[in-house]
């Protein structure tokens, strides 16, 4: 897992992230933890990332979502209202069922979650292969004229994100921008852009 060395690199510039999770098993409850433990913001991802299975109803969405909700709840103590949909909010990976974004995003909010979207793409889960394509991607994407929310994976083996983090940060430092986790009081920023 690269995310240990994800979390040692923010510590040691002092940059909070909001680190939004999958299920995770007794190895890695350690991380889910330690992310807590040193300030950053945890959201719940979906207990499974099935596109067909979180997608097939309202019922099997909201299930995934409050199934991880009481696991992280029992692992850290944090009841967590931060979500982020597989694929986006604007996703078309749901097209399979008709309408179920449209439905979905009104019915977390109801429920009292928060979703997020992002604008700035690594595209580290894409075809994206060098740490310089996805500190490329992330730099030009920012812009001072609005919140920038940047959308990273700590999956096992990317070492290219791990490896761009630390001269992103120092980037972004450097130009003046300022680095928050997300929390519930964060404003909404509904800005679309699918990508797996």
Known sequence: SITPKILDILKEKNVKATFFILNYGS?????????????????????????????????????????????IKASTGVDTVITRFPGGSSNTVSKFNPGIMTRLTKLVVDKGYRYFDWNVSSGDAGDVKTKEAVYQNV??????????????????????????????????????????????????????????
């Open 139 to 196: 730099t030009k994407g920012l812009s001072k004229n609005r919140a920038n929310v940047v959308l990273m994976h700590d999956f096992s083996g990317n070492t290219k994100t791990l490896n761009a983090l630390a001269d992103i940060i120092d980037y972004g430092k450097a130009n003046g921008y300022t680095f928050d986790k997300i929390t519930p009081a964060t404003a909404l920023s509904l800005i679309h852009i699918s990508e797996p």
């Open 27 to 71: 190895s890695t409850e350690s991380l889910v933890k330690r992310e807590v433990a040193e300030g950053h913001s945890v959201g719940i991802h979906g207990y499974s990332h099935d596109y067909h299975q979180v997608y097939q109803s309202e019922t099997a969405y909201m299930e995934n979502l409050s199934k991880l909700r009481e696991k």
